[in-house]
């Protein structure tokens, strides 16, 4: 595959932003090993090198189980969040699918790095006087946590992919050599190493309680396709089994996850893993977290339904699904009909939007004194001009005629 780095601009882009200014945030999402979902963007996450992948023209796709489907893609990629080896389960599952098949890569990150505390590193280095000493204190905090994460991994373990040892003092790369290094200079990258997973002892040499080799898995091949001069970065895995199928170790994410990715020179060495994956096809980025992805089995035609409850737990489930659907909508079924139609001009509207204002009030007493208000108004807008009961007390009793203003001696 060839790998464009075109669609990592958004990407890249973000992460530098993360760097330059959200020192502020309060938290930092650091979900190990994810494509999708709430850990896409998080500094330990795939999405960037599942988009080199979508841009040298492969179909990716999300797995969170090792699924007899996975038989048809070309390459798995698993970064898993286990500090520990892979599981003899999974051994066994890698080992089926690479003899199924031609041309396939299962890429293996090992767990042993955390780009959250080089993340508070880098972030407190150009930060403010002000902010330096919060931002050194999460570093701090971030380094403790990855430390107590890293003593579920062995001391020593021996096992068919390789061997892992846990204790060495943590470094920096300060020399790459091997296919994968060309044109490339360790001081562009920044590849840090803290534990080491090597080519693995023959399996006549295994100490006592060493992992057996899987099935099918004695007489692998090793080939180093990355180094520092002295241990392995990158390994491809070959077995005469196996046909032109391949297995890519890779010692730890700190050039393939997320933030390491902002570097161009980790984005060289992704393009090169693109590159060994063969021509593009589909791509499969497994997730899972502590103690490793789930494995099914594959169902025959021959085998009887009740060998296959998963199928059947799935089947129920949609069924269940559908009623439900059914009976949300069954109220829309039939023919339409008119609604009552309103006429705004009728007078018991009016009345009804009265009492609905004044029961909005909770005052019977100021209603009541508007009823009485109304009715007397119409009541003397009913009674006409010249009759009534006080037009009556005015013709039984006359008004007085006005006295002259003359005195009576002046009368003429």
Same mark, same amino acid.
């Given at each position: 595959m060839k790998a @464009?780095?075109?669609?990592?601009?958004?990407?890249?882009l973000g992460a530098l932003l993360l760097l330059a200014g959200c020192?502020?945030?309060?938290?930092?999402?650091?979900?190990?090993? %994810?494509? %999708?979902? =709430?850990?896409?963007?998080?500094?330990?996450?795939?999405?960037? /090198?599942?988009?080199?992948?979508?841009?040298? @023209?492969?179909?990716? =796709?999300?797995?969170?189980?090792? &699924? !007899? %489907?996975?038989?048809?893609?070309?390459?798995? /990629?698993?970064?898993?969040?286990?500090?520990? !080896?892979?599981?003899?389960?999974?051994?066994?599952?890698?080992?089926?699918?690479? &003899?199924?098949?031609?041309?396939?890569?299962?890429?293996y990150i090992g767990r042993d790095y955390d780009a959250a505390v080089h993340y508070w590193q880098q972030v407190a280095v150009a930060a403010p006087d002000a902010e330096r000493l919060e931002l050194q204190r999460r570093a701090a905090r971030a380094a403790a946590q990855y430390d107590c994460d890293r003593l579920a991994m062995p001391?020593?373990?021996?096992?068919?992919?390789?061997?892992?040892?846990?204790?060495?003092? !943590?470094?920096?790369?300060?020399?790459?050599?091997?296919?994968?290094?060309? @044109? =490339?200079?360790?001081?562009?990258?920044?590849?840090?190493?803290?534990?080491?997973?090597?080519?693995?002892?023959?399996?006549?040499?295994?100490?006592?309680?060493?992992?057996?080799?899987?099935? @099918?898995?004695?007489?692998?091949?090793?080939?180093?396709l990355l180094s520092d001069g002295e241990q392995p970065l990158v390994t491809r895995v070959t077995a005469p089994g196996w046909g032109t199928s391949q297995l890519i170790i890779v010692t730890n994410g700190s050039f393939l996850l997320n933030l390491p990715l902002v570097n161009p020179a980790h984005r060289v060495l992704a393009s090169r893993l693109v590159q060994t994956c063969g021509p593009p096809g589909r791509v499969a980025f497994l997730e899972s977290g502590r103690g490793g992805p789930r494995t099914f089995e594959l169902a025959t035609a021959t085998d009887p339904?009740? &060998?296959?409850?998963?199928?059947?737990?799935?089947?129920?489930?949609?069924?269940?699904?559908?009623?439900?659907?059914?009976?949300?909508?069954?109220?829309?079924?039939?023919?339409?009909?008119?609604?009552?139609?309103?006429?705004?001009?009728?007078?018991? %509207?009016?009345?009804?939007?009265?009492?609905?204002? =004044?029961?909005? &009030?909770?005052?019977?007493?100021?209603?009541?004194?508007?009823?009485?208000?109304?009715?007397?108004?119409?009541?003397?807008?009913a009674t006409p001009a010249g009759t009534g009961p006080t037009a009556a007390a005015s013709r039984a009793h006359p008004a007085a005629p006005e006295q002259s203003s003359l005195h009576p001696e002046e009368t003429p």
């Open positions: @464009g780095f075109r669609g990592t601009k958004g990407w890249i020192r502020r945030s309060v938290e930092l999402d650091v979900a190990y090993g %994810q494509r %999708q979902g =709430l850990g896409a963007r998080s500094v330990n996450g795939t999405s960037v /090198l599942a988009d080199i992948f979508v841009r040298a @023209g492969a179909r990716v =796709l999300t797995w969170r189980t090792l &699924s !007899p %489907q996975l038989a048809r893609y070309d390459a798995i /990629l698993w970064a898993p969040d286990e500090f520990g !080896p892979p599981p003899e389960q999974v051994r066994d599952f890698v080992d089926g699918w690479c &003899s199924a098949g031609s041309g396939k890569t299962f890429v001391a020593q373990h021996s096992g068919p992919w390789f061997d892992m040892q846990r204790d060495r003092p !943590p470094r920096r790369v300060t020399r790459l050599a091997g296919p994968w290094s060309a @044109g =490339l200079s360790a001081a562009e990258a920044d590849i840090r190493l803290r534990g080491c997973l090597v080519i693995p002892t023959r399996a006549a040499d295994l100490p006592p309680g060493g992992d057996r080799p899987g099935a @099918g898995s004695p007489g692998l091949n090793h080939e180093v339904p009740a &060998s296959r409850p998963e199928r059947v737990l799935v089947a129920v489930q949609w069924l269940v699904l559908g009623v439900v659907y059914c009976l949300s909508i069954f109220p829309i079924f039939g023919r339409a009909r008119p609604l009552p139609e309103e006429h705004p001009a009728q007078f018991v %509207q009016h009345v009804d939007a009265l009492a609905e204002l =004044l029961e909005k &009030s909770h005052d019977l007493a100021f209603a009541q004194r508007q009823i009485q208000q109304y009715e007397s108004a119409a009541r003397r807008e």
